[in-house]
T-cell receptor
Framework: QQQVKQSPQSLIVQKGGIPIINCAYE??????FPWYQQFPGKGPALLIA?????SEKKEGRFTISFNKSAKQFSLHIMDSQPGDSATYFC?????????FGTGTSLTVIP | NAGVMQNPRHLVRRRGQEARLRCSPM?????VYWYRQLPEEGLKFMVY????????ESGMPKERFSAEFPKEGPSILRIQQVVRGDSAAYFC????????????FGSGTQLSVL
């Protein structure tokens, strides 16, 4: 049973575009929602995270939008760059238990 | 401040051999997680450990796989009698274990079974 559902599986955008990756969850007990970025041959790295008491969080060009009633959250990448090409994972956690989405492979075309 | 250290980075084994993957958590972290990643797939949870305790092993295959996190030394993921299907990237992550955690990953061990 997939605790966190992520879409799309892959995404191609032009440089400067705004890719959006979506995630949905069922368990309302989750209280922490991080996003991870993974480059080929590397481990996932924490990118940005949000708690359910806020609806939006921005860090540089990365924004998380959180809709608690819909149990959905999304990652927006503003002014995307070729260097943003990577796989992105959303996750949801309660305490020390983490559940990851299946990942989105993003390609930003120069 | 060193991050999560995994070794070896690459491990090649023949079918039937044993594979031992090591993970040293970040300084101050007492919780370790192991994940497996197959090409074009996401991160599959395997096991979650504290020092000397297995907290959740619901993602571990019932046979051939075991994990430990001793009082001293790194966490070890052990795969006995490896088969081709065990070929994957294995990632370790660590956290402080105080709740509402940030999880930090190592660079992974790429296991290839010939």
């Amino acid at each position: 049973q997939q605790q966190v559902k992520q879409s799309p599986q892959s995404l191609i955008v032009q440089k400067g575009g705004i890719p959006i990756i979506n995630c949905a969850y069922e368990n309302t007990a989750f209280d922490y929602f991080p996003w991870y970025q993974q480059f080929p041959g590397k481990g996932p790295a924490l990118l940005i995270a949000i708690r359910p008491d806020v609806s939006e969080k921005k860090e540089g060009r990365f924004t998380i939008s959180f809709n608690k009633s819909a149990k959905q959250f999304s990652l927006h990448i503003m002014d995307s760059q070729p260097g943003d090409s990577a796989t992105y994972f959303c996750a949801a956690s309660k305490g020390n238990q983490f559940y990851f989405g299946t990942g989105t492979s993003l390609t930003v075309i120069p | 401040n060193a991050g999560v250290m995994q070794n070896p980075r690459h491990l090649v084994r023949r079918r039937g051999q044993e594979a031992r993957l090591r993970c040293s958590p970040m300084k101050g972290h007492s919780h370790v997680y192991w994940y497996r990643q197959l090409p074009e797939e996401g991160l599959k949870f395997m096991v979650y450990l504290q020092k000397e305790n297995i907290i959740d092993e619901s993602g571990m295959p019932k046979e051939r796989f075991s994990a430990e996190f001793p009082k001293e030394g790194p966490s070890i993921l052990r795969i006995q009698q490896v088969v081709r299907g065990d070929s994957a990237a294995y990632f370790c992550a660590s956290s402080r274990g105080t709740g509402r955690e940030k999880l930090f990953f190592g660079s992974g061990t790429q296991l290839s079974v010939l």
